[in-house]
């Protein structure tokens, strides 16, 4: 995987632009606040609610989303993935013009064919592999996030030395940015989301349960689980040294229980399922699924969260967590 950073990037193609940000939400803020600092020309569209007196509050000129789309020769379209069919016909298409770029920070509606730009533009992904405040505090301390990048097409003949200027500005080539396409990223995050995160939820209230009818307080087993703090400290070392490195920091007897008993807990049952799951993300099943279930006022969802909070570790945890934050405080 070759990465891209500073040296291969230049901010000249963006010279004399004004980049519009339809959408200052999570990502929106970070990319719009990172451009300016660089030194690029920023307007902000959105809707009249707290993101837009964010943006005013941090001194961008702010109108509509179909008057920044009109104003933009860039356009960053970070609105939510679920808002983007609904709003692109009325706001936002209607400001494409030839010559436009137009620039998303996820791979799901393109790439799954949702919403479909027109010729004429070039049509960029920059995908920054960080939610939005990490991003803007990376791009702060000089540093900057990876990011996953992709020209989904290229009219001008110039759409890759835009999408480097675009991730020089945001300080992503400080970190390093590498090729994908959109349909790719899509389906590697909903795979990401669906079957490592799904099964890892799945995993930890089995263990729960499984150990308080053993015998291991509630309390104890949300501290052993995540709250210490020591998975995430497990999981970041990975990051840094390695999936199988990270293990040498620990005791030998955890090196053996762990590498002995791993490959005896995935049953033929759940690695089928996986296998069924990852199928209906890349045939298009669950993106029709979840169109359906927006479409219908997403009660399910709502019924899932309702239940996921109402799980007794879900109860358990908030006088550990308290205990836990309050140590932490102590320290620092």
């Known amino acids: 995987?070759?990465?891209?950073?500073?040296?291969?990037?230049?901010?000249?193609?963006?010279?004399?632009?004004?980049?519009?940000?339809?959408?200052?939400?999570?990502?929106?803020?970070?990319?719009?606040?990172?451009?300016?600092?660089?030194?690029?020309?920023?307007?902000?569209?959105?809707?009249?609610?707290?993101?837009?007196?964010?943006?005013?509050?941090?001194?961008?000129?702010?109108?509509?989303?179909?008057?920044?789309?009109?104003?933009?020769?860039?356009?960053?379209?970070?609105?939510?993935?679920?808002?983007?069919?609904?709003?692109?016909?009325?706001?936002?298409?209607?400001?494409?013009?030839?010559?436009?770029?137009?620039?998303?920070?996820?791979?799901?509606?393109?790439?799954?064919?949702?919403?479909?730009p027109p010729p004429g533009v070039d049509v960029l992904m920059v995908a920054p592999r960080m939610i939005g405040v990490q991003v803007r505090e990376l791009y702060v301390r000089g540093s900057g996030a990876l990011a996953q990048v992709a020209v989904h097409q290229d009219a001008s003949g110039q759409a890759w030395e835009r999408l480097l200027a675009l991730c020089k500005g945001m300080g992503l080539t400080r970190g390093g940015v590498f090729r994908s396409t959109f349909r790719e990223e899509a389906e590697l995050d909903l795979f990401a989301e669906q079957v490592i995160w799904a099964g890892l939820e799945?995993?930890?209230?089995?263990?729960?349960?499984?150990?308080?009818?053993?015998?291991?307080?509630?309390?104890?087993?949300?501290?052993e689980l995540y709250a210490s703090g020591e998975t995430a400290q497990i999981f970041a070392n990975m990051a840094k040294?390695?999936?199988?490195?990270?293990?040498?920091?620990?005791?030998?007897?955890?090196?053996?229980?762990?590498?002995?008993?791993?490959?005896?807990?995935?049953?033929?049952?759940?690695?089928d399922k996986a296998r069924e799951i990852l199928q209906g993300i890349h045939d298009g099943s669950f993106v029709g699924e979840w169109s359906s279930e927006q479409a219908g006022g997403a009660a399910r969802l709502e019924a899932l969260r309702a239940a996921a909070l109402a799980h007794p570790m879900s109860q358990a945890e908030a006088s550990v967590i308290a205990a836990v934050q309050a140590v932490h405080q102590e320290q620092g």
């Open 241 to 271: 040294n390695g999936f199988f490195r990270q293990m040498l920091h620990h005791s030998t007897t955890s090196q053996y229980g762990t590498l002995s008993r791993s490959a005896h807990l995935l049953p033929v049952a759940l690695r």
């Open 202 to 223: 799945a995993w930890f209230l089995e263990c729960f349960e499984l150990g308080v009818a053993h015998g291991f307080s509630p309390e104890l087993m949300v501290m």
């Open 1 to 116: 995987m070759q990465l891209y950073k500073d040296a291969d990037a230049s901010l000249a193609p963006l010279a004399g632009k004004t980049v519009a940000v339809l959408g200052y939400g999570n990502q929106g803020q970070a990319q719009a606040l990172n451009l300016r600092d660089s030194g690029v020309a920023v307007l902000v569209g959105n809707r009249d609610d707290l993101y837009r007196e964010r943006a005013l509050a941090d001194g961008f000129a702010v109108c509509s989303i179909a008057e920044a789309a009109r104003a933009g020769e860039v356009l960053l379209v970070l609105t939510t993935d679920e808002s983007q069919p609904l709003i692109w016909a009325e706001q936002i298409l209607p400001g494409v013009t030839a010559g436009k770029t137009l620039v998303w920070a996820s791979g799901y509606n393109v790439g799954f064919g949702l919403i479909v």
